[in-house]
Nanobody, 118 residues
Framework: QVQLVESGGGSVQAGGSLRLSCVAY????????MGWFRQVPGKEREEIAT????????YYADSVKGRFTISHDNAKNTVYLKMNSLKPEDTAMYYC???????????WGQGTQVTVSS
């Protein structure tokens, strides 16, 4: 079993930055792929960034490409999402996910809210 604990959400003005963190606990050998999704009420959950920690291959949704950066610290079993140039449309609940392979879907965190005001 794997537990994912997110932190780093909050409120920021447009153009600002935030960094989300997600720590994996438990059977972390099964978390080769870690990533971030986001969801707003009434919409599907959107995959925005993933990293395959074995070789650091990354994926970004077009909506965040060039603004968000995903990274991983193997020693800390932690994945980060650095979000720059935030826009009001980035407002959502952000979820960390992990799995043996990408895209991750097996394990989920509780979510952390990001709110961007104009």
């Amino acid at each position: 079993q794997v537990q994912l604990v997110e932190s780093g959400g909050g409120s920021v003005q447009a153009g600002g930055s935030l960094r989300l963190s997600c720590v994996a606990y438990g059977y972390t050998y099964s978390t080769n792929c870690m990533g971030w999704f986001r969801q707003v009420p009434g919409k599907e959950r959107e995959e925005i960034a993933t990293i395959y920690v074995v070789d650091s291959t990354t994926y970004y949704a077009d909506s965040v490409k060039g603004r968000f950066t995903i990274s991983h610290d193997n020693a800390k079993n932690t994945v980060y999402l650095k979000m720059n140039s935030l826009k009001p449309e980035d407002t959502a609940m952000y979820y960390c996910a992990a799995d043996w392979s990408c895209p991750p879907s097996n394990y989920w965190g509780q979510g952390t809210q990001v709110t961007v005001s104009s």
